[in-house]
């Protein structure tokens, strides 16, 4: 049976122990923390000692920034290289597995005027390797993994299919980056979901679930057995953190784990 998070937001609660009580009782096996810029992660870390020291399970973080890796400003890239490399030295420092990225988000889409970005795709395949490369290597020395989330079109104009960042990945050589997906974005940008599971399964260390709507899973269209079928075929053992927006009560909308999800390993 596959272990499900809730991100940190989603919980009620005014400290990661009063939400961890409320995720055991509501069925969750973990919290996924997110980090926001500024070094802000950073300066959470005697708080998420303590949680740890008090039992609740963190195994990932997921950036909540204004800019990242891949933007188009060198400056900016610089601080958001900085900022994941903070990430991912706080969750080793707090034994957790890793921190989950996209490229950009809201930076460009090709989907929308002016539809031609200021960098060819060659560039932005330096940029991306180059700093791929250097999360990468960090997360390597640190003993934890880089998550690269591939965006829907509208978010993010290079990488948004699992073919697109096992591509990249590969080239780095770096077992230390995975692909964290997403069923969101997988619903909008896959033909085939499941098949793109399958295909890319070598390469696949996170999930983050929502609804075909972004709501909690089951709250839309997506096809949970094909895509948890197929997670559980290729032997996928980590977590199913709920990235989402809620219907209705939120307390209500989150204390409820969908069953599908908890037999999805079954």
Not at 45 to 70: I, S
Request: hydrophobic letters at 40%.
């Amino acid at each position: 049976m596959l272990n499900i998070a809730a991100q940190e937001q989603l919980l009620p609660g005014d400290t990661l122990q009063a939400k961890w009580e409320f995720a055991q009782q509501a069925g969750y096996d973990a919290i996924e923390l997110r980090a926001k810029g500024d070094f802000h992660f950073a300066s959470r870390l005697e708080e998420l000692k303590r949680a740890r020291k008090d039992g609740v399970v963190m195994p990932t973080v997921c950036v909540d920034m204004l800019h990242f890796f891949g933007a188009f400003d060198e400056e900016l890239r610089r601080d958001a290289l900085a900022q994941m490399k903070s990430q991912l030295t706080v969750m080793a420092e707090i034994g957790g597995v890793g921190a989950q990225t996209p490229a950009s988000y809201g930076m460009f889409s090709r989907r929308l005027p002016p539809f031609e970005p200021p960098r060819s795709e060659e560039e932005d395949r330096e940029v991306l390797l180059t700093g791929l490369a250097e999360l990468g290597e960090h997360a390597r020395k640190e003993g934890v993994t880089l998550f690269l989330e591939p965006l829907n079109r509208y978010e993010d104009h290079m990488v948004n299919r699992l073919e697109q960042a096992a591509d990249l990945i590969r080239a780095t050589g770096l077992d230390s980056i995975r692909i964290g997906i997403d069923s969101y974005h997988m619903n909008i940008e896959e033909s085939d979901p499941a098949a793109a599971i399958l295909a890319h399964a070598d390469v696949i260390g996170h999930a983050q679930v929502s609804d075909s709507n972004r709501f909690q899973p089951g709250a839309g269209h997506l096809d949970w057995p094909a895509w948890l079928g197929a997670l559980h075929t290729v032997g996928y053992d980590g977590h199913l953190a709920l990235e989402c927006r809620l219907t209705g009560d939120a307390t209500q909308a989150v204390g409820a784990v969908p069953a599908f999800l908890k037999r999805s390993g079954a």
